[in-house]
């Protein structure tokens, strides 16, 4: 059985530089350092900065003295205002690739466009992006998501895990109502690189893996492309989830890797997949 990774697979620049970050915060720590949330959306990486003694938190309420880091999803910027107000030192890792969706989402608003945000509802990116608006967007995970929408001018930003098909299936149909549309494509290029390497490879392979977070939106939105081509693509965290059966009759085993995913993770997934 052959195993082959993907061209673009793992960590993405925004996780690198967000773990620089707070690695660097650790090493000089003189009092405590918390992020608000998960830094990223792998609960393997957060329970080793835990170790380091960065530890996350759901709210600046919650931390009474220290630094606070921003993690790359971003946030509200009323957060940020509020944390420096509380005397606490604020690291902001938000990816330069969120800031610009939400530079583009409030340049929109500030033109008198209606916002969309191609996006999942209820993800911190999204609530982030939402709050550059003032919470004046109206946020859509599909097409038929607009059927309300009367607004004529249009401007949309996206979610920077989005798939490119889920934004130009919105797109069109936005074209087939609204008079003036701008459209921002925020994707960002390791997502899209990522996507199409993954596509292209579950496309030849026998079977996928698919290794990442859970809870990780680009992740899940890897695996569930790798499913469109491919039926027999497995969503894993661990090695140790990997079962023997999967690979029945299998000669090319595909192997991918969510941009939350450390290598060291993919690489004990190889080489659990190679002694099977
Ligand atoms: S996936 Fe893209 S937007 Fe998200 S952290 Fe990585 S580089 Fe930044």
């Not at 630094?67 to 005397?87: E, F, L, N, S, W």
């Not at 790798?226 to 690979?247: M, P, Q, S, Y």
């Amino acid at each position: 059985m052959r195993i082959e990774i993907a061209k673009h697979a793992g960590y993405c620049y925004g996780v690198e530089r967000a773990l620089t970050l707070a690695k660097t915060a650790a090493l000089s720590r003189t009092t405590p350092i918390r992020t608000l949330g998960p830094i990223i959306h792998n609960p393997q990486v957060v329970d080793s900065l835990v170790e380091m003694g960065v530890t996350p938190v759901e709210t600046i309420n919650e931390v009474g003295e220290g630094t606070v880091i921003i993690r790359t999803h971003g946030v509200d910027p009323q957060v940020i205002v509020d944390a420096r107000r509380r005397g606490l030192k604020v690291v902001d890792a938000t990816c330069p690739f969120v800031a610009k969706a939400q530079r583009r989402a409030a340049a929109l608003k500030q033109e008198g466009y209606a916002v969309v945000i191609v996006g999942e509802r209820n993800h911190p990116e999204v609530e982030g992006v939402l709050a550059y608006v003032n919470g004046n967007a109206l946020v859509v995970e599909k097409a038929s998501d607009i059927s309300n929408l009367k607004e004529k001018r249009v401007g949309v930003v996206v979610q920077t895990t989005q798939s490119i098909e889920n934004l130009r299936k919105i797109v069109l149909q936005l074209l087939a109502r609204s008079i003036d549309i701008k459209v921002y494509n925020t994707i960002c290029n390791a997502t899209s690189q990522r996507q199409v390497a993954a596509r292209e490879l579950a496309n030849r392979a026998d079977a996928m893996v698919v290794v990442g977070g859970k809870n990780s939106a680009n992740t899940t939105r890897l695996a569930q492309i790798c499913r469109e081509k491919n039926g027999r693509t497995f969503h894993i965290e661990t090695a140790d989830e990997l079962v023997v059966e999967w690979f029945e009759h299998c000669n090319l085993v595909g192997l991918t890797a969510g941009a939350s995913t450390p290598d060291w993770i993919l690489k004990e997934v190889e080489e659990r997949l190679a002694s099977q």
